[in-house]
């Protein structure tokens, strides 16, 4: 055995379990989970942009709520909220069976299309607040790519709520430590916090947007958990016998 093979196998003896499952998920279906996310995102832009700069009904002005002006506007926050792109990788990064994958993709997928089907149906905006958006450029280059349409429900909020419940039961089921299982929620939560913070979303923005992501992230898991629980050699026949009952 050379070098190099004794030294990772020492390393894989002496890397926690949790650790060696974390990077044999990162590994699994990746060309799967590459290709997938990319034209994923790629469809889900050209909808949202389209609809954004093009909206076919009239546009309703979201009301603000005590909340909105409890929270103030905090460029610190940008980073969070630019964070989801990230953050929405996670969950399929870390899935270890193509038929749950795939399941992951079509319940995100549909949890899109109702938000996407409602800025459709109901064109909303959010109200303009009074900032010089020319002093933080970060905020201006924003602002020019995602304006302040597409507001309720925010699919900002939606999208990182699923993954936020996502990325909380495959962490608990690979086994890792609880810091990571706390720092998965206060992501999420930073991010939630970020689109009040920037002021690109209100209050029921985020509540709309928080309820779908959750009411779909539940039922997915509900069905497709039990998949990735089951061990790869399993899943043909596990999943011929559901599709038969």
Known sequence: MSDAHRSNAQLKRSAPGWLAELGQRLITLMAYKAIGTTVFMTVFFMIYLQLLHHPVHPVTVMPLTPIDHWIGFEPWSLPFYLSLWV????????????????????????VCLIGLGLFWLWPTA????????????????????????NACPSLHVATAVFS????HRLLRLIGVPA???????????????????????VFW??????LLGAVGALIALHYLMRYEQTPRAALPSARKAVEGV
Do not use: E, R
């Not at 969950?91 to 193509?98: D, Q, T």
């Not at 923005?205 to 928080?210: I, K, P, R, Y």
């Open 87 to 110: 953050y929405v990788s996670l969950a399929p990064a870390l899935i270890g069976a193509k038929f749950v994958l795939f399941g992951y993709v079509a319940a995100i997928g549909v």
């Open 126 to 149: 959010v109200p303009s607040p009074a900032i010089d958006w020319a002093l933080f450029p970060g905020f201006g280059a924003l602002k020019s790519v995602d304006g302040t349409g």
């Open 164 to 167: 936020g419940f996502w990325l």
């Open 205 to 210: 923005d985020v509540a709309a947007g928080g």
């Open 179 to 201: 810091w990571l299982v706390v720092l998965n929620a206060l992501w999420c939560a930073l991010i939630v916090y970020a689109t009040l913070a920037t002021k690109q979303h």
